[in-house]
């Protein structure tokens, strides 16, 4: 397969899987279920990459009012959709297949309530940012699912999040420069994607079953982080006879020292020191945490 600009097949050296995990359920939020693969005890850091979470919420449950500094959240809704709400009075619905890219920054408390009847799926992944943004002011790019970039060549269909593939590019400004590669595969198909060299990327299996490095490798199911290692490129195939989904993720690394308090990733101690002392006294970006509740809190009464 060769795009019109290359970018569907020109590399030399295919990336292999190195590590794989299955992210079981655990138990987040208020009633909550997430399969964690980044961010839990066996892989609690993929430079640039905190967490990546496949969430499954059904109301009352929840992701109630809370706070992030220092990172990137991204939602990408798969069934179902999730009513966003924060202290600047930023507020909307995130439906199926739509796209929430927000840059926490300096911080932003918030809550994520399902919005609608039944269980609502999706992924959330938090990105990294240097320490030289970790302190900008918040930000969201917001794209429905209808204006996300598509492509579709012999038998790939690929929504393109972040990043480019099949010589179609996403409009997201990626601040830690990151690819993000929603792709359904037919039986049959054979992906040739290029990732850039010096990059840490990731799939995770959505649905149906894959083979990713090499045509001999054993297939992987639904629900599996494949780790990725040296490369410029992936190669996968579907060799079942349904549908195979997944999404390919990779970013530059940062390179930084790194710490965490839940919600809150700085680069040392102090700096989460401050961090929790600016929330608990309402500074330095957490002024409007004083006196908000969001509709869902305050209606639900957490």
Do not use: C
């Not at 449950?61 to 009513?83: C, I, K, N, S, W």
């Not at 039944?118 to 302190?135: A, C, E, R, V, Y």
């Not at 990327?201 to 992987?220: D, N, R, T």
């Amino acid at each position: 397969m060769h795009g019109r600009d290359g970018s569907s097949g020109a590399f030399e050296e295919p990336r292999m899987v190195v590590r794989k995990f299955l992210a079981r359920p655990q138990h987040e939020g208020v009633g909550a279920v997430v399969r964690r693969s980044i961010g839990r005890f066996e892989l609690r850091y993929f430079d640039p990459f905190l967490v990546l979470d496949e969430f499954s919420v059904t109301a009352p449950a929840g992701f109630p009012d809370h706070p992030h500094r220092g990172f990137e959240t991204v939602t990408y809704m798969l069934q179902g959709a999730v009513t966003h709400e924060d202290f600047e009075g930023h507020k909307g619905t995130i439906g199926p297949g739509d796209l929430q890219w927000m840059t926490a920054g300096r911080g932003i408390l918030h809550s994520e309530m399902p919005a609608a009847q039944g269980t609502q799926k999706g992924l959330q992944l938090w990105i990294n940012l240097s320490s030289k943004q970790k302190m900008i002011e918040p930000r969201y790019q917001e794209i429905s699912s209808k204006d996300i970039a598509e492509a579709t060549e012999d038998g790939i269909k690929v929504r393109v999040i972040a990043g480019e593939a099949l010589g179609t590019k996403s409009p997201v400004y990626t601040r830690t420069p990151t690819m993000y590669l929603d792709f359904t595969l037919k039986p049959g198909a054979h992906l040739r994607q290029p990732i850039p060299m010096s990059w840490n990327a990731f799939v995770y299996v959505l649905e149906g079953e894959g083979v990713f490095g090499s045509s001999k490798s054993s297939p992987v199911t639904a629900h599996n982080l494949l780790l990725l290692g040296s490369g410029d490129g992936l190669e996968a195939w579907n060799k079942s006879s349904k549908l195979l989904r997944f999404i390919l993720v990779g970013g530059q690394p940062l390179g930084e020292p790194l710490v965490q308090f839940g919600p809150f990733v700085m680069n040392t101690q102090e700096e989460i020191d401050q961090t929790i002392d600016d929330f608990e006294n309402f500074t330095n970006g957490f002024e409007k945490a004083r006196h908000w509740r969001s509709e869902a809190a305050i209606g639900l009464d957490f």
